[in-house]
């Protein structure tokens, strides 16, 4: 695992993320996000400030963790996702994106995602795609639903 510390001023560094796309079963499409680098913030004082920023905002944004499945089993207000050919677009509520990147995504994907109009997103702190996984049965990574078109 990658870390970066740096100072709150100094802003963040740009995360490579990959999207992966997951069937969760026969009508449930999921999207797990890896990133290599963990971010901690310090203050100007040399204090940690934030832990880690990739999953503080995910929760400001209404992500929750995967042990309250009653939290993230609807869409959730402003999260939504277009994939055009292999090319995702997640928007969440302050109309940013939260992903703008490919997701080579499989026909049974694609139709689960189209027939329910919902997608299911996750992430932890660490890991890749397995690893995520791992950490979703666990309660240890962050969930969202979306909106799907």
Do not use: N
């Not at 999921?30 to 971010?39: C, K, R």
């Not at 913030?41 to 204090?47: A, I, P, R, S, Y």
């Not at 929750?64 to 609807?74: I, L, M, P, R, Y």
């Not at 207000?77 to 995702?88: A, E, M």
């Amino acid at each position: 695992m990658l870390e970066f510390v740096g100072r709150v001023e100094d802003g963040l560094p740009e995360l490579e993320v990959m999207a992966h796309a997951w069937l969760l079963g026969p009508a449930v499409a999921g999207i797990v996000y890896v990133h290599p680098l963990t971010v901690h913030l310090v203050d100007e004082d040399g204090t940690l400030s934030v832990t880690d920023v990739l999953m503080k905002r995910g929760r400001e944004l209404g992500w929750v963790s995967t042990s309250d499945f009653a939290g993230w089993a609807e869409p959730c207000p402003g999260w939504h996702t277009t994939l055009t050919g292999d090319q995702l677009l997640v928007r969440q509520p302050d109309g940013r994106h939260w992903y703008d990147g490919t997701l080579p995504a499989s026909p049974e994907w694609r139709t689960a995602a189209q027939e329910s109009g919902k997608v299911f997103h996750f992430t932890a702190s660490r890991g890749g795609p397995e690893d995520v996984i791992t950490m979703i049965s666990a309660g240890q990574a962050l969930a969202v639903v979306s909106t799907f078109d």
